[in-house]
């Protein structure tokens, strides 16, 4: 069982990018899944959550209005689109569901001119 994450990587302030995070052997579809990130020399912060039909987000107030989490059930996949990036969004992205304390191993995203 796994939770896979893509997509992080190197990007300039105002940039975007797109994380996702796959189920393999866990079928994620009727869980409600969460996106948290931890930078160095902080504590992990829950970033955006999602309900397992995604009717339901819910984001941190210091992402609220540039990052937008979806999913995909049939693609058994969550996604986080970042916009707007901003240097302090630099940090170690991992998905996470909650109720089968599931963790990705983590993505990189640095936020760097």
């Known amino acids: 069982v796994q939770l896979v994450e893509s997509g992080g990587g190197l990007v300039q302030p105002g940039g975007s990018l797109r994380l996702s995070c796959a189920g393999s052997?866990?079928?994620?579809?009727?869980?409600?899944m969460s996106w948290y990130r931890q930078a160095p020399g902080k504590e992990r912060e829950l970033v955006a959550s999602i309900n397992y039909s995604g009717t339901t987000r819910t984001y941190a107030n210091s992402v609220k209005g540039r990052f937008t989490i979806s999913r995909d059930n049939a693609k058994n996949t969550v996604y986080l689109q970042m916009d707007s990036l901003k240097y302090e969004d630099t940090a170690v992205y991992s998905c996470?569901?909650?109720?089968?304390?599931?963790w990705g191993q983590g993505t990189q995203v640095t936020v760097s001119s």
């Open positions: 996470h569901a909650p109720a089968v304390n599931y």
């Open positions: 052997g866990f079928t994620l579809s009727t869980y409600r």
